[in-house]
């Protein structure tokens, strides 16, 4: 996890002695809110403090440190200012189970606390995205969103093309955070193949602004398409022409089969994958030629009409 952000939202708690031996000498403290793995800062500030011993608490009641003295084993703690104003302790890498309150306790004749209450917030990690299956054209497609730890619960939005989608959340509280989910549905068409939908989640662990996004790239199924291109547009006599069979379908047609109306291939002809080679043309290579694909969606076919043009006779001109 990066370095997280630490938030503080100080709320004010106040007491004063009573009159007496230390009369006058007041403990103050402040909540502090920080993100899972960030860094908190607890203070006590002292006022007209006259030397009397201090003790910090953590909330299981185990003494942190004791006038300044480290009291517990946890470098996760440490004293950052032990002063006739203020006491304060530095806790690195936040964890759930430092959450509570932390006692801010001041030995006069009698003894005094002041509670600083600890949250600790969880950011969402990158959503996980998952189709619940195959994407046809034509019909519809549904995506589930999940973030599994958060705290508060994180806010899941969908976006598709910029523009935001309505989807269906829910979520389920397990001890001090909570697993979040959220799925949407929407129509496909085969244009849709390979766009990308967005689920973002938020909440108030991260900075003010920021989000976690997980981008999923449409898979969509469809039929295929065939076109066929030649590599030139006239052939006479002699020529070599490649005609191209191009093919689009998802799943891609593995297997492209070339035809001749009802005749057989020239014996000259070399059909490899999408191109079909005919060298030393000749008028009786005449004729449709067809490329054919298909895939567990449909069939496509295409057709080309060869028209093989006599060479030209010397001192006569012909029309191209």
Not at 182 to 210: M, W
Not at 251 to 258: D, E, F, S
Request: aromatic letters at 6%; proline letters at 5%.
């Amino acid at each position: 996890m990066g370095r997280a952000r630490r938030f503080q939202w100080p709320l004010l708690l106040l007491w004063a002695a009573a009159a007496g031996p230390g009369a006058g000498q007041e403990v103050q403290t402040e909540n502090v809110t920080v993100a899972e793995g960030g860094v908190a800062e607890i203070t006590c500030r002292l006022h007209q403090y006259d030397g009397s011993i201090v003790v910090i608490q953590n909330p299981a009641r185990q003494t942190l440190f004791f006038n300044g003295t480290r009291a517990l084993k946890d470098e996760r703690f440490q004293l950052e200012e032990f002063s006739p104003r203020r006491v304060r302790i530095r806790l690195s890498d936040a964890r759930l189970e430092d959450e509570g309150g932390y006692f801010c306790q001041l030995y006069t004749e009698d003894t005094h606390h002041q509670i600083a209450t600890l949250t600790v917030l969880v950011a969402p990690e990158n959503p996980v995205v998952e189709v619940r299956e195959q994407a046809v054209e034509g019909g519809e497609v549904e995506l589930s969103c999940l973030v599994p730890r958060s705290r508060p619960a994180a806010v899941l939005r969908w976006y598709r093309d910029r523009k935001e989608l309505k989807g269906v959340s829910s979520g389920q509280e397990n001890g001090k955070v909570w697993s979040v989910a959220s799925t949407v549905r929407f129509r496909v068409d085969r244009k849709d193949d390979g766009g990308i939908v967005i689920c973002e989640a938020q909440n108030q662990a991260l900075p003010s602004g920021h989000s976690k996004q997980t981008q999923y790239v449409l898979d969509v199924q469809y039929s295929p398409t065939a076109r066929i291109h030649a590599s030139q547009a006239v052939v006479r006599e002699g020529d070599t022409l490649v005609l191209t069979c191009a093919v689009t379908g998802n799943p891609r047609p593995n297997q492209i089969r070339w035809n001749r109306g009802n005749e057989s291939l020239p014996e000259r002809a070399e059909a490899v994958g999408e191109t079909l080679t005919l060298p030393g043309l000749v008028s009786a290579d005449n004729g449709t030629y067809t490329c054919e694909a298909s895939n567990k969606h449909g069939h496509a076919r295409a057709l080309y009409v060869l028209v093989v043009y006599a060479n030209r006779i010397p001192g006569v001109l012909r029309p191209d």
